[in-house]
Each structure stands twice: as C-alpha cells, then as structure tokens.
T-cell receptor, first 113, second 117 residues
Framework: AQRVTQPEKLLSVFKGAPVELKCNYS??????LFWYVQYSRQRLQLLLR??SRESIKGFTADLNKGETSFHLKKPFAQEEDSAMYYCALSGGAGGTSYGKLTFGQGTILTVHP | DTGVSQNPRHKITKRGQNVTFRCDPISEHNRLYWYRQTLGQGPEFLTYFQNEAQLEKSRLLSDRFSAERPKGSFSTLEIQRTEQGDSAMYLCASRAGTGIVVKEKLFFGSGTQLSVL
C-alpha cells in the first residue's frame, strides 16, 4: 500500500525566512513524487515534480529514497507563498498510474510580513 | 476559462436523494480522474477514465456511486441514496496522456461541494 505523510498541518514563518515542508512516503516500487499547491480561492495546481528536477517559484524538492522523503524547501519565503501544500505520490511514471495520486493531508503555510 | 470545468459548484441535498455532478475536461485531454476530498484531508482517488473506458475504480467507490464518460468527453458522477458521509468536495482532473511523461501535467477543476443534510 502507498502512503504519504505530512507531519505538520500548520507551518508559520516570517517573510524572508527559510521554509521546509516535510513529506514522507511509503511505497514498495519506484514512485513519482509531486508537490501540489492550492492558493486561497484557487484550484489545486501542480507546483513541482521530482522527475523534472525543476525549481518553481524558488521552491525545490529532493527525493531521498533512503529516508523515503520529498521535503519542499525555499530559502526565502514570501507572503504570496501562503497556501495549502500537498505532497502526492504516483506509483511509477507513465501509464494509468500517473494521474492516480495518493495525497498527504496537506500543510497550511502562512508567511507573516 | 479553458480549464477543467465542474458543475454545480455547490449541491445541498437531503439524505436518500440522488445527485449527479458533471465534469468537462480540457478538450484535448483523453484521461479523466475523479477524486473526493473531505475536510482536513488530501484528495482521495475514486476512478479513472481513458477516453470512454473506465479503467480503474477505488474501493472507496461503493455501489451507490457510478461514473460515466459516454463519448470520451465530459464525465458524470452519480451518487444514489446519498448518506451524510458522502458530504465532501468532489474534484475532477484531466491530463493529455501524450506519453511524454515529463511534459504531462494533471489539471484539476474547482470541484463540487456536496452537503448531505
């Protein structure tokens, strides 16, 4: 069975401070990991995925298979980063599993001025 | 708005009634997914269509739930004999299925919020 755990429901930081949103997963194969974000009154949208090794809006995430983690990091948080963040897992790239995601419970990030 | 469209945005119903939701995916997307999200939880996968074929259903999808995608375009999700536990946000998502994984992206709709009284 696959599982995604986000241990923090709420995270508050001040503008300019570093931020790290934690994500741990459980999956027996080679997973695809994603971070999705939902800003206030907007729909859920993809922030980044590990397969692309991209940095979006200053956020990065490294897949650590040894620790089964995919923590989201940003060195200097901005007020506009305040949102709900979901870590998600797909059982392998491509095919039917790609859109079938297992989500964590989410972390509400608040960046104070 | 050319994104994934869901109707209605909100639905209030009495226990025991049937409800139907509609999802219009992005026009060129052949893959369509339904998710359910309850308060304080992340979305949970319900079912998946490739064109008109329903290829996978979650165990969450009891026999009171049925989903269709008759012409491979829009999809409907029907809940019969609603129960209070069905109250949730029902999300639809679609993707192109190009086969180029690194370029594929799942697009979500705004959801239908169901309240069963």
């Amino acid at each position: 069975a696959q599982r995604v755990t986000q241990p923090e429901k709420l995270l508050s930081v001040f503008k300019g401070a570093p931020v790290e949103l934690k994500c741990n997963y459980s999956y027996s194969g080679s997973p695809e990991l994603f971070w999705y974000v939902q800003y206030s009154r907007q729909r859920l949208q993809l922030l980044l995925r590990h397969i692309s090794r991209e940095s979006i809006k200053g956020f990065t995430a490294d897949l650590n298979k040894g620790e089964t983690s995919f923590h989201l990091k940003k060195p200097f948080a901005q007020e506009e980063d305040s949102a709900m963040y979901y870590c998600a897992l797909s059982g392998g790239a491509g095919g039917t599993s790609y859109g079938k995601l297992t989500f964590g419970q989410g972390t509400i990030l608040t960046v104070h001025p | 708005d050319t994104g994934v469209s869901q109707n209605p945005r909100h639905k209030i119903t009495k226990r025991g009634q049937n409800v139907t939701f509609r999802c219009d995916p992005i026009s060129e997307h052949n893959r369509l997914y339904w998710y359910r999200q309850t308060l304080g939880q992340g979305p949970e996968f319900l079912t998946y269509f490739q064109n008109e074929a329903q290829l996978e259903k979650s165990r969450l999808l009891s026999d009171r739930f049925s989903a269709e995608r008759p012409k491979g375009s829009f999809s409907t999700l029907e809940i019969q004999r609603t129960e209070q536990g069905d109250s949730a946000m029902y999300l639809c998502a679609s993707r192109a299925g190009t086969g180029i994984v690194v370029k594929e992206k799942l697009f979500f709709g705004s959801g239908t919020q169901l309240s069963v009284l």
